[in-house]
């Protein structure tokens, strides 16, 4: 949905959707750590949905993905 609609990163959201996007994403993260670093494809998609938290101003999205890569 993030890779096919650009213009969500701009749209105004509903409340709280990027705190619970970090919630979920983080808990993924920490769960399928081994599969992110395995997998290309698992990794692009995950760095998709961080990289859309960063561009909301997320220093969590920042963070975790510094921690992927």
């Not at 749209?11 to 993260?29: A, C, G, M, S, W």
């Not at 692009?44 to 975790?64: A, H, R, T």
Request: hydrophobic share 40%; aromatic share 8%.
């Amino acid at each position: 949905m993030l890779k096919n609609n650009n213009n969500l990163s701009t749209d105004k959201l509903e409340p709280d959707t990027v705190f619970h996007l970090e919630n979920l994403i983080r808990k993924y993260i920490f769960l399928q750590s081994k599969k992110i670093k395995k997998e290309r494809k698992v990794k692009n998609d995950v760095l998709i949905i961080l990289n859309f938290l960063i561009k909301k101003g997320s220093v969590e999205g920042y963070m975790l993905r510094e921690r992927i890569l």
